[in-house]
């Protein structure tokens, strides 16, 4: 009796030991996730977005987000949206666009 005792301590410690190890492990992944926010321009497309990610284990939660050309000094907005917005280019003139608290001068008519 007293070596099957030992035996199911030594179960029971070990799946406790597993359990925990597995909570440990699957809390930094939680943490992976945060705030993103990226403006971001190739030759045809400015791309905003604006969002908290909370990945892998919970959900992705999305802002209102646009884009603006500064025309004079002062910025009309040529795309908007929430979470993600993009807005293609018309040409080749240099502008100054300006979304999630960035900006760039980038050739996009």
């Not at 799946?15 to 930094?28: C, K, N, Q, S, W």
């Not at 969002?51 to 999305?62: A, F, K, M, R, V």
């Not at 907005?77 to 999630?100: D, E, H, I, L, R």
Request: charged content about 5%; aromatic content about 8%; hydrophobic content about 45%.
């Amino acid at each position: 009796m007293p070596h099957r005792f030992q035996r199911s301590t030594v179960i029971v410690v070990a799946v406790a030991l597993l359990t925990g190890g597995a909570v440990a492990a699957a809390t930094p992944a939680h943490a992976l996730g945060g705030t993103i926010q990226t403006f971001t321009a190739t030759a045809t497309t400015l791309t905003a977005v604006n969002e908290i990610s909370y990945w892998p284990l919970g959900p992705t939660i999305l802002f209102p987000v646009s884009i603006s050309r500064l025309v004079d000094g002062s910025a009309q907005v040529v795309a908007s949206g929430k979470g993600f917005v993009q807005y293609q280019c018309n040409g080749t003139a240099v502008n100054t666009y300006t979304a999630v608290g960035k900006e760039l001068t980038v050739p996009c008519g």
